[in-house]
């Protein structure tokens, strides 16, 4: 699933990313056990992950600084997120249902 040697290659040049693969790891070590609770487990991982790979980008791509008060509640996130990052509405739209957010 992983390649090292990009997955190396990549770290060097962006080392923030190391959380956001490791929780991915995470998630395939979570998905291949016997847990009978894996798929919410997994779930629950990937909605962590996907909020702080949103941060990271936003920090480290877009150049963005947080404020650690105000930023923190995450319909704040995604408020700035959509409003910084090029993805297409419906998949914002898919979001939003998912997570519950108006």
């Known amino acids: 699933m992983f390649d090292s040697t990009r997955e190396s290659s990549t770290l ?3 080392p923030w990313l190391l959380g956001i693969i490791e929780s991915l790891k995470c998630v395939a070590l979570i998905r291949s056990s016997s847990l009978s609770t894996r798929n919410r487990l997994s779930l629950i991982m990937l ?3 996907l909020e ?3 941060r ?5 791509i877009k ?5 650690p008060k105000e930023h923190r509640p995450r319909h704040e996130l995604f ?3 959509k409003k910084n990052i090029d993805v297409p509405s419906e998949v914002w739209e898919h979001l939003d ?5 108006p």
């Open 12 to 14: 060097k040049h962006a």
């Open 47 to 49: 909605d962590s992950t």
């Open 52 to 54: 702080i790979s949103l």
């Open 56 to 60: 990271q980008y936003l920090q480290n």
């Open 63 to 67: 150049k963005i600084t947080l404020d």
């Open 79 to 81: 408020k700035i997120a």
């Open 97 to 101: 249902y998912i997570l519950e957010y």
